[in-house]
């Protein structure tokens, strides 16, 4: 998904991103970069012609103490699946954070209703 650069924002996946806003993988990239974690792992499925995908936050030091997310909701594709995961992912391990206000409004939108 291109972010675009300049005042105007980006188009992608039919996203429009203000130069402000990040997507849920970027927020969630961040969070483990603040926390020196590895990075996320995403596992995409597809059932019914919806997208899923899994979430696993490794450890780093200790594999049994990894953590592994599957969002309850999936979407059109396996990128916004993917997306949708990392917001659930972040809305379990930070709930009281205000994200919404930096996701587009898809993004934003299920964040609230959760």
């Known amino acids: 998904v291109s972010l ?3 005042g105007g924002g980006g188009e992608g996946g ?8 990040r997507l849920p993988k970027q927020l969630l ?5 603040r926390n020196k974690a590895p990075k996320p792992e995403y596992y ?3 059932r019914g012609g919806e997208h ?14 990894d953590s592994h997310f599957s969002a309850p909701v999936g979407g059109p594709s396996a ?3 993917q ?7 972040l809305f379990q391990i930070s709930p009281t954070l205000q994200l919404h206000l930096k ?3 898809l993004y934003a939108d299920r964040w609230k209703a959760w």
């Open 79 to 81: 990128q916004d699946a």
């Open 83 to 89: 997306h949708t995961a990392a917001l659930y992912v």
């Open 29 to 33: 990239q961040e969070h483990c970069q």
């Open 52 to 65: 899923f995908c899994r979430v696993r936050l490794p450890d780093g030091k200790d594999k049994a103490k």
């Open 4 to 6: 675009g650069s300049g």
């Open 14 to 21: 039919g996203i429009v991103l203000k130069q402000w806003q």
């Open 103 to 105: 996701l587009p409004d």
């Open 44 to 46: 995409s499925s597809q």
